[in-house]
């Protein structure tokens, strides 16, 4: 049974990362319309999803950031 429900989770993800991928074009899109800049726009998009990864980040307590693991990248 909970190998089922780790299956419909999955199946759930990747249906969500479909939809966000549509969602996130008409973000921009509208983003683009209301501030006639395509660079603030993406300026915008980019610091939006840079603050959503690193609240992710912090909040899934992943192995914290190092200098060794930076320098090796």
Not at 21 to 41: G, K, P, R
Not at 60 to 72: A, F, T, V
Request: proline share 1%; hydrophobic share 60%; glycine share 8%.
């Amino acid at each position: 049974m909970q190998k089922i429900l780790m299956n419909l989770a999955f199946y759930l993800m990747v249906v969500a990362a479909g939809a966000s991928f549509s969602l996130q074009q008409a973000a921009n899109n509208h983003l683009l319309a209301e501030l006639l800049s395509q660079w603030w726009a993406g300026f915008i998009s980019y610091v939006g999803g840079s603050l959503a990864m690193l609240f992710m980040a912090l909040v899934c307590r992943g192995p914290g950031l190092s200098w060794d693991m930076l320098s090796r990248t």
